[in-house]
């Protein structure tokens, strides 16, 4: 039961940090037709950015400001960058940003180091928030459970009810027809890519301290991102949703049980030894093969339903 | 085939024959040098029919790679355990596992194009990588699988030890694999892959399916990315995890875009480039992937046929005999480009010696200049130069565009 229910909560908290990532992604691609390869870079420099400002003015004012910083960072890469290569294509699209993860990375490690930096959860908000089963629960993770919450909410209610929002939504569809009534559709392309890139950088402050700060955390958590956007439905921001939840909630599951298909077949009276040929691949416990787990959910989705949970293509 | 062509064929033969043994390439370092170069090329010419003839973008080439490599490693094991088959044969367990790897997987992930193939073939590559760590049993985990090419049949004398040997039956299995692929984008299917790359719509309009050509080709693909793998367990006669990580398929991906994918001969100027700057650059600097990250983009952004479309672009007027202005013309931007260069250099690498190896002190030298990292004026100077440089390069680039259009017109 604790198992369960500490499993459900943290489970909760990493499926919202993936659709920090996940919704700005998704809001770039369904307006652009860009897929961001350097999304989950802009992450790791929200990290980075608010280790930094932590350490000068503190770690409130870094909050808002490491998350403004990758924003205006985002809107650089399209207005300077992107907004070049769009006339040649998807291709070069994907291209480009890939080579900026490659750079973005290789900075990171000329700005701070190849070992990962000592990204501590700040005093002011490191306290136990409950007990449960003679546990404490800390308080940051329902902070950071408290700020994506907000933050969704707050962006919801901008998207719905403000003209700027409408537009927006409009251009998602029909970005001919918003540019013919007089929108500037590159300028919005520019602030959508600030929006999901300033995203990205909460998520990196909030989950730089769950995670490990260090140069490869845009590329070990880039693909997991990648695979929510194709499971939930490519597109589809409510499909993003319960695709981070789902891969949150079932990779924190996994890491946390320690059984294998040995135990299984035990279970059932059936016993393999290391002579038989299916040993090794039946030892291997849940937790091991937590990491494999997206990519297999992945590939179960395409044979089984390519368009994704919630997708209305077919990808 | 023309006769032109047949002569080229010939003359790449004859070249490849004779390279490891011009002076100052007969080195066992050189020629170690060569081998990796033409491992790369087969790889990045696999890579090509997906991304150049096909359009198909893929992040996750190194899988067939890898799997390949594997493959091919644990036959030479087999061979050393008695199989009486000679050395220059394992390549084609490579290629059996990359052609069988190819279709299971391929089934999956041709069925679209574009950027879901793109996210596809990713989620696969880290599948697959995953997985190879997860059964060290068959691939030996982080450490990877061992074989000896030297302890097998010896054939028609030849026992395998010296690098120079195995430069020749890489040599042998790059110049067959080129051909075998040149020879396939001229059938009836591999005009079909340019046709679906260029208007899937019409293609299939015209009675062909799309999915089928984007999975015989992704097959096809993958058996000339298995060979490679298995060039590369003879040349190294190890194969580790590394080998199908998304690392390698991010290489290959840009050895073939930086050489040109336009072009049959870009992946291989892609693969030579590429091999040499990954050998020689980082022994000179630790910061050699930033470059070659830059490098990148600046061809995604500037040069859209890579290498081999700088050189097709100029072969016209090199026969118009109108290079030389152009070349004058080229000339003017050198100062401006190198000065740009030469700061930006300076700036990464005191940037790069501060935050990874600051226990290596502030002094350094740069381009034979003793510099104190910890004074400002290092930095301050190597900003100058760069911004000199930017500005004179604003200047000179419409004197260059009209001599260029000059000569075009």
Not at chain 1, 111 to 122: D, F, S, T
Not at chain 2, 223 to 234: E, K, N, S, V, W
Not at chain 2, 338 to 359: D, N
Not at chain 2, 387 to 397: E, L
């Amino acid at each position: 039961m604790e198992l369960v229910t500490f499993s459900l909560l943290n489970g909760a908290v990493y499926g919202l940090l993936l659709f920090m990532l996940s919704s700005g992604l998704t809001l770039i691609f369904s307006l652009m037709g860009v897929l961001n390869f350097a999304h989950a870079s802009l992450f790791m420099l929200g990290a980075y950015f608010s280790w930094q400002l932590s350490r000068w003015v503190g770690f409130a004012p870094a909050l808002v400001l490491a998350p403004l910083l990758c924003g205006l960072i985002g809107a650089a890469i399209e207005r300077y960058g992107l907004r070049a290569v769009h006339a040649r294509g998807h291709v070069a699209e994907i291209l480009f940003t890939f080579g900026l993860s490659y750079v973005i990375a290789e900075l990171v490690i000329m700005g701070w180091g190849r070992n990962p930096i000592e990204n501590r959860v700040p005093a002011m908000i490191d306290f136990a928030a409950f007990h449960l089963f003679g546990t404490s629960y800390p308080f940051y993770k329902v902070l950071m459970t408290a700020i994506s919450v907000g933050m969704f909410a707050f962006l919801y209610g901008a998207f719905k009810r403000t003209r700027l929002g409408l537009v927006i939504q409009a251009a998602l569809t029909h970005p001919q027809m918003v540019g013919a009534l007089g929108h500037d559709v590159p300028r919005l392309f520019v602030l959508v890519f600030a929006i999901g890139s300033a995203l990205a950088g909460l998520a990196g402050v909030i989950g730089g301290f769950a995670l490990l700060t260090e140069p490869n955390m845009a590329a070990n958590l880039g693909p997991i991102v990648f695979v929510v956007v194709v499971v939930g439905g490519l597109g589809s921001i409510p499909g993003a949703f319960y695709a981070s939840m789902l891969i949150g909630i079932v990779q924190t599951f996994a890491v946390a049980l320690d059984y294998s298909m040995l135990d299984l077949l035990g279970a059932f009276g059936v016993t393999l030894t290391r002579a038989d040929r299916l040993y090794e691949v039946a030892a291997i416990k849940i937790a091991q093969a937590a990491p494999i787990i997206p990519y297999v959910l992945l590939v179960v989705m395409l044979v089984v339903r390519p368009r994704g949970l919630l997708g209305t293509r077919d990808t | 085939m023309t006769r032109e062509r047949l002569a080229w064929w010939i003359a790449a033969a004859l070249a490849l024959a004779v390279l490891p043994l011009v002076p100052g390439l007969d080195s066992s370092f050189s020629r170690s040098l060569l081998t990796q170069m033409g491992i790369a090329a087969v790889f990045a010419l696999s890579y090509n029919l997906l991304l150049g003839q096909t359009g198909l973008l893929s992040f996750g080439h190194a899988v067939y790679f890898g799997l390949g490599g594997y493959a091919a490693i644990h036959f030479l094991r087999a061979i050393n355990g008695g199989l009486p088959i000679p050395v220059p044969f394992v390549p084609l367990a490579g290629a059996a596992a990359g052609l069988a790897f190819g279709i299971v997987l391929g089934a999956v992930t041709t069925r679209r194009a574009g950027t879901i193939f793109a996210l596809i073939s990713l989620g696969i590559g880290e599948m697959v990588h995953a997985a190879t760590l997860m059964l060290p049993g068959f691939f030996g985990g982080e450490e990877g699988v061992t074989a000896s090419r030297t302890r097998a049949p010896h054939w028609l004398g030849l026992d395998f030890g010296s690098q120079l040997q195995v430069y020749y039956v890489i040599a042998f299995w790059l110049l067959a694999a080129a051909a075998a692929m040149y020879a396939f984008m001229r059938t009836p299917v591999g005009r079909m892959c340019n046709a679906v790359r260029d208007n899937p719509e019409r293609a299939e309009f015209i009675g062909y399916n799309p999915q089928r050509v984007r999975f015989v080709v992704f097959s096809v693909s993958a058996m000339f990315a298995g060979l490679a793998g298995g060039l590369h367990a003879i040349n190294y006669e190890i194969v580790a995890a590394e080998a199908v990580s998304a690392e390698r398929s991010g290489v290959v991906l840009l050895m073939a875009y930086i050489g040109g994918v336009h072009h049959f001969i870009g992946a291989i100027l892609g693969a030579i480039a590429i091999t040499w700057l990954q050998v020689s650059l980082s022994d000179y600097t630790t910061a050699w992937l930033l470059y070659l990250g830059l490098f990148f983009m600046a061809i995604v952004l500037y040069v859209q046929g890579g290498l081999a479309g700088i050189v097709t672009l100029h072969a016209p007027f090199v026969r118009a005999r109108s290079a030389g202005r152009l070349l004058r013309a080229y000339a003017l931007a050198f100062v401006p480009v190198a000065a740009e260069v030469f700061g930006a250099i300076a700036l990464i690498e005191m940037a790069y010696r501060r935050s990874t190896a600051p226990e290596s002190g502030t002094h350094m030298r740069l381009f034979w200049i003793a510099m104190d990292t910890s004074t400002p004026w290092p930095w301050l100077i190597a900003a100058a130069t760069w911004a000199a440089g930017y500005v004179a390069w604003r200047r000179v680039r419409p004197r260059i565009a009209a001599e260029w259009e000059a000569v075009n017109g």
